[in-house]
């Protein structure tokens, strides 16, 4: 005992000293996190059962009914077909105008560059200054795509429908059109967000080896979709599965835009009133945190999934 | 070459779109209002002198004003030397449409304030993150300690929470505590980035554990090897990081529309462009264009100059 007494102090002593040094740097960063991350996802689930009012000092327990609520008012229905209309318009075009673009520029070489800067300017700019300026260019009057649109009046592009219903009447007012409104929403958001895409697609492309092109010509594969669809698809795996999922995840925060372009509402007949505007519009503006965080949780329970399909994706599949 | 045409032309055409709203953006702060309303004068307009009428009513002449310029007009009546105050007055105020449109950006609002808490604000943001992410960063990376993967797992769990989704009920701690409408505010939410956390840590995985070591051997403790040792080594991890927290929290407009309400000393970029688009009327597009020009400015240049280094930085989450 007294042997073991001398010997396994020292030893002891340093990784306890280690282990506690390690929790020294590793506590501000686990607080904040506790804190700043799980509290309020907990808040969040417990607020969201009653029907609490940032002010009041009390509050009643009021069961599943904002829940309820959710998912009976046509007000919540609009929200969500808004939100997924938003989703699935603008994941999938988003990732496709990336890839596109990525393999165009890649099979460019060093004056595929300017593009590459051009297409990335969105992605850097404030959003919500350039939700101010295509407010202008979307502008039924003075705006530049009405009077791009008109230019087309007389000639042979009149044959188009849209066009020739625009020359004969008026073109639409794009942001005060209900049918218009979310599809300019969707479009903005693309514009904004296929360059980011395109560029993780890019840094994607050169990792894919050229022997396997090689390979592929061997085995057959002449025709450049037949490349694609053999190596340079399958190979894009992994980058395609993130892109996607960090596509869903920014498309379901959208806020900038319609926050912008419709301060009050959610756009022309609640069109585009997604879900962040709502959490803020019921949660923030109006004091109703119970609903609010009932649909905190609802976007929660839907960013959670998509991540956690992605990670299974990952580590089942999609490496070659 | 003839090959490639067909690419260069659909990259152009999208290229064609990607610039409009910039275009625009820039042209209609170099405008007049005259200019902007009939859609005229090219890009820079005709520049041509314009009178700022709410400068020319600011100076409109009272009585008082009338007899105190009497002695420099002598012989004439007071309605004469009200005219020629007026054209004195009109003539002062007249300037180009850019020195219009730029100084109304800077004295109808702060925007120099708004520019200040942008850099405060996205400054220290970035500098907790770095403060409380490199220690556990490097305890989860190289020292051994009891608890350590449930650290880790935490950090994994917490990545899939968006700050932005639990809006609401930070919002509610921050009233609760009496917060909102404060610079804490606006940093604190972002002070734990668990991304940083886990990028550094894949990063000082890289170092080989015989540095450390030596710095041990020298008598370091740990607090003195993650700032003297493992800093230097993550610079490059630490730029990219940089770029991608510092172009996120510029540009982020939903937290700050949240949390700031009213109190313009406390406005960022973003918030200022939108008050500034809230009380605008018709005449104001130019120097509107002016503000969100110049908000969006600093971050564009800095991609241009340093543009390998942004994209790394961008795309840092697609490096998982």
């Known amino acids: 005992m007294a042997v073991a007494e001398t010997h396994t102090p020292v030893i002891v002593s340093a990784e306890t000293a280690q282990c506690r040094t390690a929790w020294w740097l590793t506590a501000p960063a686990l607080g904040l996190m506790v804190l700043i991350l799980l509290v309020p996802v907990v808040i969040a689930g417990i607020l969201s059962f009653t029907d609490y009012s940032l002010g009041n000092d009390t509050f009643n327990w009021v069961g599943a009914k904002n829940y309820e609520r959710l998912f009976s008012r046509s007000t919540y229905e609009k929200m969500f077909i808004a939100t997924f209309t938003y989703v699935v318009t603008v994941v999938p075009l988003s990732v496709g105008l990336g890839l596109g673009a990525a393999l165009l520029i890649n099979s460019l070489g060093r004056i595929g560059d300017l593009y590459k800067t051009i297409f990335f300017l969105p992605v850097m700019a404030t959003l919500l200054a350039m939700a101010i300026a295509w407010e202008f260019m979307l502008h039924p009057s003075i705006g530049m795509v009405n009077h791009t649109l008109k230019m087309s009046c007389g000639t042979i592009l009149e044959i188009i429908p849209f066009l020739k219903k625009g020359c004969g009447d008026r073109f639409p007012l794009w942001l005060g059109d209900r049918d218009y409104a979310i599809w300019v929403i969707c479009f903005i958001g693309v514009w904004q967000g296929f360059g980011f895409n395109m560029v993780l697609y890019l840094a994607g492309l050169t990792g894919v080896h050229r022997e396997l092109y090689h390979a592929a010509e061997i085995d057959g594969a002449k025709s450049g979709w037949e490349r694609f669809r053999l190596v340079t698809w399958p190979a894009l795996g992994p980058t395609t599965v993130f892109v996607v999922t960090i596509s869903c995840i920014r498309a379901f925060q959208v806020f900038d835009t319609i926050e912008a372009f419709w301060p009050q509402g959610g756009g022309p007949n609640k069109s585009t009133y997604v879900m962040m505007f709502a959490i803020f519009e019921k949660g923030v503006q109006q004091n109703l945190i119970g609903i609010g965080s009932a649909i905190t949780v609802l976007f929660l329970v839907f960013v959670m999934f998509l991540t956690l399909i992605q990670r299974w994706l990952v580590e089942r599949k999609v490496h070659y | ?320």
């Open chain 2, 1 to 320: 070459m003839t090959r490639d045409l067909w690419k260069h032309l659909i990259l152009i055409l999208g290229a064609l779109v990607v610039i409009a709203p910039f275009y625009m953006m820039v042209s209609y702060s170099f405008k007049s209002p005259g200019e902007i309303d009939r859609g005229e004068g090219g890009f820079f307009g005709r520049q041509e002198m314009m009178v700022d009428e709410r400068c020319v009513k600011l100076r409109d002449p009272n009585r008082d004003d009338v007899a105190a310029a009497a002695p420099r007009f002598p012989n004439q009546t007071d309605s004469q030397i009200r005219d020629a105050l007026v054209a004195e007055a009109v003539a002062d105020c007249q300037m180009r449409p850019i020195v219009f449109n730029y100084s109304k950006a800077f004295t109808e609002a702060p925007l120099l304030r708004y520019l200040l808490n942008g850099v405060i604000v996205t400054a220290s943001i970035f500098l907790i993150q770095i403060v409380v992410a490199l220690p556990a960063a490097y305890a989860l990376a190289k020292l051994k300690f009891w608890g350590r993967e449930a650290v880790f797992s935490l950090v994994l769990f917490c990545l899939l929470i968006p700050v932005h989704a639990i809006a609401l009920p930070l919002y509610i701690m921050l009233a609760k505590v009496g917060l909102t409408n404060t610079y804490a505010a606006l940093v604190v939410p972002w002070t734990i980035s668990v991304f940083g956390i886990f990028l550094m840590r894949q990063f000082f995985m890289t170092v080989p554990d015989d540095l450390i070591d030596a710095a041990r051997m020298d008598g370091m403790g740990e607090f003195a090897i993650v700032w003297r040792v493992m800093l230097p080594t993550a610079i490059p991890a630490l730029l990219a990081f940089a770029i991608f927290s510092v172009v996120a929290h510029w540009n982020d407009y939903f937290w700050p529309r949240i949390v700031v309400t009213g109190n313009r000393d406390l406005f960022t970029p973003p918030l200022g462009l939108r008050e500034f688009k809230g009380d605008g009327d018709g005449s104001f597009f130019g120097p509107m264009m002016a503000t969100a020009t110049v908000i969006v400015t600093p971050l564009i240049v800095a991609f241009l100059v340093a543009q390998r280094r942004f994209i790394e930085g961008i795309t840092l989450s697609g490096m998982k």
